[in-house]
């Protein structure tokens, strides 16, 4: 609660949009592979949602375990280890391998890692863990899984799914891409977490062309139709049931030429006639987060600062 993440982009940014608007896509292998073992793990979670998630499930498959043996594996290696055993492999990143594979008892944080990473599951069994380490261990250590992984690969957007063709992304990895924000923005809703949105700097430095084209409109919506009507333009799979706290803020003063008076003036101009055709809604909608930004300054300056003295 009160935790705040910045920009957030990733969570706001229609992909849809954004793809149509970049095109193809270069990425490592790497990357691509973490990417798409992320993605099949958050899947699961919008099944109910999105009923072609589980065919897309099976093309992520069948992607992950062709990555893993170009990456991970020699010519002649049988493929071992499941998808689930990745994805732990890629949440064990989250810890120091120097820690982690050090030989000092003091230093090995290895049981208290898997505690705390193994977050799925209340009760943790350290052989569940063995072939995630495994693959940990060549992610930090191997040369050779290092070299191939940096390989450089093209992903393209299109809609013909074309079996000889392994890289490319279509309009319905996009709509699963944006149920998965959807539950994602829930959880932090639930969470108590608040973003802290940066209009202009997006604008400028991000694939952002225009104002009222900024998330901070999907995050907290201005109209309740936005959110709650059978065509809600911001919940189309009807995941999200409450709106996004954000906040308001210039980022970097010396580098971005604005204020926090001229992002809310910013906000409220482009707002009116595509996000609200009342003026009344959209200023009460600006107050609203000035008083939540000016709440988090007291409680992170005051009473938090307080009680940690």
């Known amino acids: 609660d009160r935790d705040r993440l910045g920009h957030a982009l990733s969570i706001g940014l229609n992909p849809k949009k954004w793809c149509e608007l970049n095109g193809d896509i270069f990425i490592t292998k790497q990357e691509h592979f973490d990417n798409l073992v992320w993605l099949y793990h958050q899947s699961i979670e919008v099944l109910p949602y999105y009923e072609k998630a589980n065919k897309l499930r099976e093309k992520y498959a069948r992607l992950i375990k062709e990555l893993y ?16 055993d990745m994805y732990k492999a890629w949440k064990l990143r989250e810890f120091c391998p120097i820690v982690m594979f050090s030989e000092d008892e003091m230093l090995n944080k290895a049981d208290e890692y898997l505690k705390i990473a193994d977050f799925d599951s209340e009760k943790l069994c350290k052989e569940e863990y063995e072939k995630a380490i495994d693959i940990y261990h060549k992610y930090h250590t191997c040369s050779n899984v290092r070299k191939k992984g940096d390989e450089i690969i093209k992903i393209e957007y299109e809609n013909i799914n074309r079996n000889l063709y392994k890289y490319f992304i279509t309009d319905e990895d996009l709509e699963l891409i944006e149920a998965v924000q959807d539950r994602l ?9 608040i973003i802290e949105t940066n209009p202009s700097s997006n604008v400028y430095i991000a694939h952002i ?3 009222d084209k900024h998330p901070i409109f999907r995050w907290n919506p201005i109209e309740c139709d ?10 189309k799979y009807k995941i999200r049931t409450s709106r996004m706290k954000v906040c308001v803020n210039t980022d970097d003063p010396a580098i971005m030429p604005t204020t926090l008076r001229n992002e809310f003036d910013l906000l409220e101009r482009t707002a009116f006639g595509i996000h609200s055709k009342s003026k009344e809604k959209i200023e009460n909608w600006c107050e609203n987060i000035r008083k939540l930004g000016i709440e988090i300054f007291d409680y992170d300056h005051q009473i938090s600062e307080f009680r940690r003295v």
């Open 185 to 193: 923005i829930q959880k932090f809703c639930e969470k108590g977490i």
């Open 209 to 211: 062309h225009s104002y």
């Open 69 to 84: 043996k170009e990456i991970y594996l020699s010519k002649n290696d049988e493929l071992s280890g499941e998808i689930e």
């Open 226 to 235: 936005d959110l709650d009507s059978e065509d809600a333009k911001f919940n």
